[in-house]
């Protein structure tokens, strides 16, 4: 196994969850950090700070549009994330396999407490 | 056994089932003994689970502690609100990253299906942008929420 610490940036981004809802929003598209802010009862400096750290963990991208600085999902950011993911789902399937050799191992139960 | 399956429901709910082929009873104790717990809630291969508490009763307590062999490890807090052996278990737990999750609250049937049992884990997440957010990543495969906690240590 590699070190990641770009991972490690991923996950620490995502454990907050206003950080995953601004994802869920911008995986819909493009928004300015306003339109962001709307739904949440936080302040927008509060809404400022979980936009630069999604931008510091690579998740999003600010361009300049005129006097806009709308944000937008980095292409690709959550590829290493799905692959670590496709691995731990691997390891929520061995531990219910484990289960099964367990079961098989145990005497009969009774369908009583 | 059947792989494991998993969808949304509702607006804030994801759900995951799986077939086991052991009566209710079986499984249920597989879910609630710390010391059965200890033999299979472990993940990828290489990691263990050298301290669990799990207090299968109204209000008791849960703690899994994991362990990999270079030492890297987490652990998940939670507390049982309804225990209804062998078919259902509703506890609200939470990873700890070390900062805590949200709390997921979760409620586990055990039911008897032909001789084996049908589990279905109802998982509730805090809210709609969250559960959306997690399904867009692909971390709302419910247990992975645990696992995807799992270690920023996995590979060090």
Not at chain 1, 48 to 54: A, D, G, K, T
Not at chain 1, 92 to 105: C, K, V
Not at chain 2, 118 to 130: C, E, F, G, I
Request: aromatic share 6%; proline share 8%; charged share 25%.
């Amino acid at each position: 196994m590699h070190e990641s610490p770009r991972l490690d940036a991923t996950l620490a981004a995502l454990v907050d969850p206003t950080r995953r809802a601004i994802l869920a929003r911008l995986a819909k598209g493009e928004t300015t950090i306003n339109e962001l802010a709307a739904p949440f009862p936080i302040s927008q400096p509060a809404i400022s700070r979980h936009i630069r750290v999604l931008e510091q963990a690579g998740l999003i991208q600010r361009r300049v549009d005129g006097t806009r600085r709308p944000c937008r999902l980095t292409p690709g950011a959550l590829d290493e994330l799905d692959s670590y993911l496709a691995m731990l789902r691997k390891g929520m399937e061995r531990s219910y396999e484990r289960l099964d050799q367990l079961l098989a191992r145990m005497p009969p139960g009774k369908d009583k407490p | 056994m059947s792989k494991l399956t998993l969808q949304r429901e509702g607006d804030t709910g994801v759900v995951i089932t799986r077939r086991f082929a052991a009566p209710p009873a079986d499984v249920f104790r597989a879910h609630t003994e710390p010391a059965l717990l200890q033999q299979w809630c472990l993940g990828p291969d290489g990691w263990t689970m050298p301290a669990c508490i799990c207090d299968a009763r109204p209000g008791g307590k849960i703690r899994y502690e994991w362990r990999n062999a270079s030492g890297a490890g987490f652990h998940l807090t939670g507390e049982f609100i309804e225990v209804l052996a062998p078919h259902r278990i509703v506890h609200v737990e939470r990873m700890h990253l070390p900062d805590p999750t949200p709390d997921n609250r979760v409620e586990t049937t055990f039911t008897a299906d032909g001789s084996g049992t049908l589990m279905v884990m109802r998982m509730a997440l805090p809210d709609h942008a969250t559960r959306e957010a997690m399904l867009a990543t692909g971390m709302a495969d419910g247990m992975e929420v645990g696992y995807a906690r799992l270690d920023r240590c996995w590979s060090k």
